[in-house]
């Protein structure tokens, strides 16, 4: 089993920047996809953004595109998501969650262990 830690979660105003951190504990080498999703008030949870812990590639919901980016430490336990140009619509909870999956995924089916999440409010 796997431990999951969100953290840099806070109150930003449009614009701004958040770096998320995930850190990840216990049998992590069973898990080879780190993920980040969010769900905000009266909305369904959403993938926004999965990293390989082996060779770090990528991918991104659409609606983040270009202003959040992804990445791992060299011990591959530590996963952050950088998240620039915020708008009021990134307001939610953010939680990081793992995967057995080889393949990246923004599908929440495919993660097993999810951390407690952290909030995030874009608001003037």
């Known amino acids: 089993q796997v431990q999951l830690v969100e953290s840099g979660g806070g109150l930003v105003q449009p614009g701004g920047s958040l770096r998320l951190s995930c850190a990840a504990s216990?049998?992590?080498?069973?898990?080879?996809?780190i993920g980040w999703f969010r769900q905000a008030p009266g909305k369904e949870r959403e993938g926004v953004s999965c990293?390989?812990?082996?060779?770090?590639?990528?991918d991104y919901a659409d609606s983040v595109k270009g202003r959040f980016t992804i990445s791992r430490d060299n011990a591959k336990t530590t996963v952050y998501l950088q998240m620039n140009s915020l708008k009021p619509e990134d307001t939610a909870i953010y939680y990081c969650?793992?995967?057995?999956?080889?393949?990246?995924?923004?599908?929440?089916?495919?993660?097993?262990?999810w951390g407690q999440g952290t909030q995030v409010t874009v608001s003037s």
């Open positions: 969650a793992t995967a057995f999956e080889t393949v990246l995924t923004l599908d929440q089916e495919d993660y097993e262990s």
């Open positions: 216990g049998f992590i080498a069973d898990y080879h996809v």
């Open positions: 990293i390989k812990r082996d060779d770090a590639s990528t």
